[in-house]
């Protein structure tokens, strides 16, 4: 039987490169954007865009000598993922310069991680729809940041989890979400899909009520003219 990660590495091997070819699957939009040509160890210090206008990395690529990289980038919005023990040198450098969503996660199996999917991804999408760009980070960009923009890109783009693990992996080699995260994203599957179905039956009722009172609207003035014709 297949490990979790052993999954996601056949599911990376298995699928086509082309974002083009997922999205016929899945019928969201597509984003084409160039992976990393020659993959290095050296470059999971750093932070890559893994999604438009999206970035993961280590923290180290939030640190206080990296203003510059972070201003060259755009970044607007940072999450800042740490564990209470951890919060004496993983926190915020530039509070006065970015605006930063912070978040006490512990990278452990048993770790609730699902219960902040809904938060990350309002403060990815308030950053985006400003024109920022955001950064998620984590101390390695590796588990909890890399479960968290999982779930977003899963979300946005309607992809299963195996799909958002092979887009995400292509861009940041090194993501490698524990397995109690990846139990997690795949039981948030339905709970997205489902929401997303609720949000368009919504819509689609919404629009009718407002069809029926505009047509209630005609006919009522058609009535008071009508009447007046008699008067």
Known sequence: MLSSSDENNRSLQN????????????????????APKDWTYAMRRSMQEVAPGIFLGPYSSASKSKLESLREKEITHIVCVRQDIEAHFIKPNFPDIFKYLVLDIADTTSENII?????????????????????VHGNAGISRSAALVLAYVMEKYNYSRSEAFAIVQQRRFCVNPNEGFLAQL????????????SGKNEDFLTRQNCKRRINQMDTERFDDKTDNMDS
């Open 115 to 135: 219960q902040h999917f809904k938060q990350v991804k309002d403060f990815i999408d308030e950053g985006l729809n400003s024109g920022g760009k955001i950064l």
């Open 15 to 34: 699928m086509n490169s082309s974002d083009d070819t997922m999205n016929e699957t899945s019928g969201f939009p597509v984003f084409s954007m160039d």
């Open 186 to 197: 795949h039981e948030y599957e339905p709970i997205y899909q489902a929401q997303r179905i």
